[in-house]
């Protein structure tokens, strides 16, 4: 990943290197989201609540 030679990083990848960060929660996510990007017209959760 460092070189640019995989741009496909598999979970297993992904969830080292948010270990080795100490990302949690949010931070892991957007890591995730960084390497799959959300699709147009995809619903994506904002952990936000609008309130009644």
């Avoid at 080795?20 to 929660?25: K, P, R």
């Avoid at 931070?27 to 009644?52: F, H, I, K, M, S």
């Amino acid at each position: 990943m460092e070189q640019g030679r995989e741009r496909n990083p598999s979970p297993q990848v992904l969830r080292a290197l948010a270990a080795a960060l100490l990302l949690e929660g949010e931070e892991a996510a957007y890591l995730r989201a960084l390497v799959d990007p959300p699709q147009p017209g995809r619903c994506e959760p904002t952990g936000e609540y609008a309130g009644p």
